[in-house]
């Protein structure tokens, strides 16, 4: 039971902090200001969970084969914009890194 | 891809595109939480539940792994700390919601991953559009989930770690970077949410993703008003 509410509540807390702003804003334009700050919101958390996701002290730090597989993602990604090609190069260099 | 030309082509058809070629990369993060649903205090069918109740693999991975005997208030705050970036989503895609009938305002925020937002945040193409691919790219990541973990209750024990499967969710993350770096404040953001986030990794609940996201924001923010006060 006590689990129960415990996926419950971060349920209802995740579908709060996906809607709240959403909801509230709901039929209003947003300031130039703010507006301008939201462009700038996907890139920055984008590249923060690509940081989180390769680097953890202690625990997870990227080699050679990590570094060289986001940078063909990055440069595939610029030039095709494409997400399938960008993870194939991504994925294979960083496979064939692996295996020097 | 995120042109505003292709708004003649099926919103569906992108949406399904987009929706499969982001949750191919989830799959080896989807087996591993399906092998934390097996190992959690949690019961199993209720692990499993999870993935439709919270439908956020981080925030489900933390509540699995953490959930105990006397730390179920630590584990729910930081499981809801650790989806709070999704705040971010909500204010950056406020706008677009706001065109939108209220049913879908009110329904779709429960979509609103990190995936689904990172393909439709930069689409410019009409309401109805947009609306209908959003629904697509999302309803295919929730169906994809739901099957994925419970697959991987399965088999996420038998995968060798050695595979090195899980970089593929980086990897994608990159990519979708990439694809906004055309303009200077996004290149800054980019920078500076990535070196915060690193600088602050230690921090327990991966506080670093919000703090980067935050400084991002912000000094790309001041960027842009400099660079366009000083014409």
């Known amino acids: 039971m006590i689990a129960l509410a415990a996926v419950v509540v971060v349920g209802i807390g995740s579908y709060v902090f996906r809607s709240v702003l959403i909801l509230a804003t709901a039929h209003r334009q947003p300031s130039p200001l703010l507006r301008k700050a939201l462009d700038n919101v996907g890139p920055a958390v984008l590249a923060a969970l690509v940081a989180s996701s390769i680097y953890t002290p202690g625990e997870v730090t990227p080699g050679l084969p990590e570094i060289g597989g986001l940078v063909a993602a990055l440069v595939i990604g610029m030039k095709t914009k494409n997400l399938l090609w960008t993870s194939v190069a991504g994925m294979s260099v960083f496979w064939a890194l692996r295996l020097l | ?231």
């Open chain 2, 1 to 231: 891809m995120h042109e505003s030309t292709t708004t003649a082509s099926s919103p569906i058809r992108h949406g399904l595109r987009d929706g499969l070629t982001l949750f191919a990369p989830v799959v080896p993060f989807a087996l591993v939480l399906g092998l934390a649903v097996i190992e959690s205090e949690i019961p199993t069918g209720l692990g499993w539940a999870s993935s439709s109740i919270i439908f956020g693999g981080a925030a489900q991975l933390t509540l699995l792994t953490l959930y105990g005997p006397g730390a179920v208030i630590g584990t729910v705050v930081a499981a809801l700390a650790v989806n709070a970036r999704h705040l971010m989503y909500s204010a950056a895609l406020a706008p677009r919601f706001s065109e939108q009938p209220h049913w879908f305002r009110i329904l779709g925020p429960y979509l609103l991953v990190d995936q689904v937002f990172a393909v439709v945040v930069g689409r410019n193409e009409d309401p109805a559009w947009w609306r209908r691919y959003y629904l697509t790219a999302g309803l295919v990541m929730w169906t994809m989930w739901q099957i994925s973990v419970a697959v991987g209750l399965f088999v996420g024990p038998v995968i060798p770690e050695s595979w090195g499967l899980s970089f593929a969710i980086p990897v994608m993350f990159v990519g979708l970077v990439a694809f906004r770096l055309d303009r200077m404040p996004s290149l800054v953001a980019a920078v500076v949410g990535g070196g915060v986030a690193l600088l602050s990794a230690g921090l327990p609940n991966k506080v670093g993703i919000i703090l980067g996201g935050l400084a991002g924001v912000a000094v790309a923010t001041l960027v842009d008003g400099d660079k366009k006060g000083s014409r």
